[in-house]
């Protein structure tokens, strides 16, 4: 059962993340037949914590509340360089031993990383972080492109509103589908939100990676990506045979022609998507993909999204 719930502030807390555990478990909805919970915010002497906006935020309880809480929820907080106070790490690692449920939002998930809840542990954060989280925290099993994950008691959540995700899908594992359906449509919100992070990384079309041999070819590539192109054709243009372009593009770009110049090409099409009005099936043409369905089939795999999906999300750029 999930009847109390305790958030750890610390100072510099992020006041959105922190609000978006509040909303969901923290303001009283049993009037309407919603559940009810304990919700206590908690500061390591219980004392007052700056918030990242700059107000003062006054809590309800030290950190006795975490002891017999059924739900820990750890909000990001600063820059996430500071050092966590030992008796915070410690009141964790003990709600952890209990079983009690632990949840970070955004880079929240670097307390749970420094107390060593996330080893051997799937996890994600804010994209922004997840290459800092996975050098952090080498044991830990990092997922960039997921709103959420849950492992086993273990569940974080990516930047800012995914915070609403991971909450609904709790809200939703203690009480059922249909109380998670009524409490996100009180909140104005999507009961789930269809693709990960992938869609919302800010991805600017490149500039040809310094490649020393075969820079000429990239550049060419990169204003030409609406065309049909070969292998062998820009083995031709780099004057190798098909085998040695093949070796020498993957020495020095990581990756496989085929591999790099369909990513250059998702690329493109998220941004005509983002910024033009141009149909599905015009820029499938103009990103090179041919057609709609091979557009939706690689747009899909890497952004996590369909190209119609992804256009109505970042419908107000196109608007712009």
């Not at 632990?102 to 997840?130: I, K, M, N, P, Q």
């Not at 079309?205 to 310094?210: Q, S, T």
């Not at 820029?283 to 992804?310: E, I, K, M, N, S």
Request: a negative charge; aromatic letters at 6%; charged letters at 25%.
């Amino acid at each position: 059962m999930l009847r109390s719930v305790a958030v750890v502030a610390l100072e510099e807390v992020a006041a959105f993340e922190l609000g978006v555990v509040a909303e969901v478990f923290g303001t009283d909805r049993t009037a309407d037949g919603f559940p009810g919970y304990r919700f206590d915010v908690c500061t390591v002497d219980g004392g007052p914590v700056r918030s990242r906006s700059g107000f003062l935020l006054t809590p309800t309880a030290d950190l006795t509340a975490i002891e017999d809480a059924d739900l820990v929820a750890v909000p990001a907080h600063g820059d996430g360089t500071a050092p966590v106070p030992e008796p915070v790490l410690a009141a964790l690692r003990r709600a952890a031993d209990r079983g009690a449920w632990l949840l970070s939002v955004c880079s929240g998930a670097f307390v749970l990383g420094e107390a060593g809840l996330l080893d051997g542990r799937d996890c994600t954060t804010h994209w922004r972080h997840v290459d800092e989280l996975q050098e952090r925290f080498p044991a830990a099993r990092v997922h960039c492109n997921s709103l959420y994950v849950q492992d086993g008691r273990l569940l974080t959540s990516a930047g800012t509103a995914a915070g609403i995700d991971a909450c609904l899908h709790l809200v939703r594992q203690a009480h059922g589908s249909a109380t998670a359906t009524r409490l996100a449509r009180r909140m104005v919100v999507p009961p789930h939100r269809d693709g990960g992070q992938a869609q919302y990384i800010e991805a600017p079309i490149p500039k040809a990676p310094e490649a020393p041999t075969l820079e000429p070819v990239l550049e060419w590539l990169m204003g030409h990506l609406d065309r049909t192109v070969s292998v062998d054709e820009l083995a031709a243009r780099a004057g190798m045979a098909p085998r040695t372009f093949a070796r020498r593009f993957r020495a020095e770009t990581g990756t496989t022609p085929h591999d790099w110049l369909t990513n250059q090409r998702v690329l493109l099409a998220r941004r005509l998507l983002e910024e033009t009005r141009l149909s599905v099936e015009n820029v499938a043409d103009q990103a090179g993909f041919g057609d709609a369905a091979a557009l939706r089939h690689h747009f899909t795999r890497r952004v996590g999204t369909t190209p119609h999906a992804y256009r109505t999300t970042f419908r107000e750029r196109v608007d712009a």
